[in-house]
């Protein structure tokens, strides 16, 4: 039985038979490599039963969270961090500034380093742009706040400077040098209209450059799942609303499909929204695992019996 498309009674029609909307999971959501990576290591040193604390929520979803939560990790902030002596801690996907290892090295707090390589590529090359010019302007096209940005703001002794839209690029100085970055999970198109506000304005006697450092893992997915939505009457896009990942693909669901609605867990189904559908499209962000989007599905199937 294929575990990604599965029917339900949604009704019968006036000759008495079952009508079955069609439940598709998409195949592209879920997890990336890098929250993949992650939540394995976790998952490893839970099962030798020692106590494992994690920086911040390992993925952005709550009923992930909740899961390893019950298995025995605890989640910290770095005021915890810094009061904590000899024990294990896991840094998530997003990545750290160096002054999270720096605190561990004087707590001799054994790191667990799951910084996705990608977020870790692009640490190394922030660090040697700002090191090599720090007199340039370093800008990062992603969320105040974000823990991966927080990550990428601390490799420049927190000197770069943080833009959430094209509105923001307005109070650079377009006289002295630029060097644009992107978090990883950041909208290409967004960027492309940053780079370009940038060319405009810039002054001819600064330079100018820009660097695509968004991961191609998500960026595929903003295609591949406007295609997945337009393909059905309904869609149940699962995520965390934490997640920036799921913002954005959500935002591309709805822009191909008006019947899209965020949930974060079965429960927040409203079973009208599937009444007169025939097909129903479940998926999720990079920080949405497989197994809460076939909850999801579950869910529907029970209520349509």
Not at 18 to 43: L, M, Q, W, Y
Not at 143 to 169: F, M, R, W, Y
Not at 265 to 275: T, Y
């Amino acid at each position: 039985m294929d575990t990604n498309h599965v029917e339900g009674t949604a009704g019968r029609n006036e000759h008495g038979a079952v009508e079955c909307p069609v439940i598709e999971i998409d195949n592209g959501s879920g997890f990336c490599f890098g929250v993949t990576t992650a939540i394995r290591k976790a998952e490893e040193e839970l099962a030798m039963g020692k106590t494992l604390y994690c920086l911040g929520d390992i993925v952005h979803n709550s009923m992930e969270v909740a899961r390893l939560h019950a298995h025995g990790l605890v989640t910290i902030d770095h005021g915890q961090l810094a009061q904590l002596q000899g024990v294990k801690v896991l840094l998530r996907a997003h990545g750290e500034p160096p002054e999270t290892y720096e605190t561990a090295r004087k707590n001799h707090i054994e790191i667990i380093d799951a910084t996705c390589p990608v977020v870790l590529a692009l640490q190394r090359r922030i660090k040697q742009q700002f090191d090599s010019n720090p007199h340039a302007q370093i800008v990062i096209f992603g969320k105040n706040g974000h823990a991966e940005v927080l990550g990428l703001v601390g490799q420049t002794h927190s000197e770069a400077i943080v833009v959430e839209c094209v509105d923001d690029v307005k109070r650079l100085d377009f006289e002295r040098d630029i060097y644009l970055y992107s978090q990883t999970t950041k909208s290409l198109d967004e960027f492309h209209r940053i780079i370009d506000y940038i060319q405009q304005h810039i002054s001819p006697s600064a330079t100018f450059r820009s660097f695509d450092t968004i991961c191609r893992q998500v960026a595929n997915r903003m295609p591949n799942i406007a295609d997945f939505a337009s393909r059905h009457d309904l869609i149940l896009f699962v995520s965390g609303r934490k997640s920036s990942n799921g913002k954005v693909l959500f935002n591309e669901c709805k822009s191909v499909n008006a019947n899209s609605h965020q949930i974060e867990r079965a429960e927040e189904i409203d079973m009208e929204w599937v009444r007169g559908v025939k097909t129903i499209g479940v998926c999720g962000a990079t920080s949405t695992p497989k197994w809460l989007m076939e909850e999801c599905r579950d869910h529907i199937l029970d209520r349509l019996k």
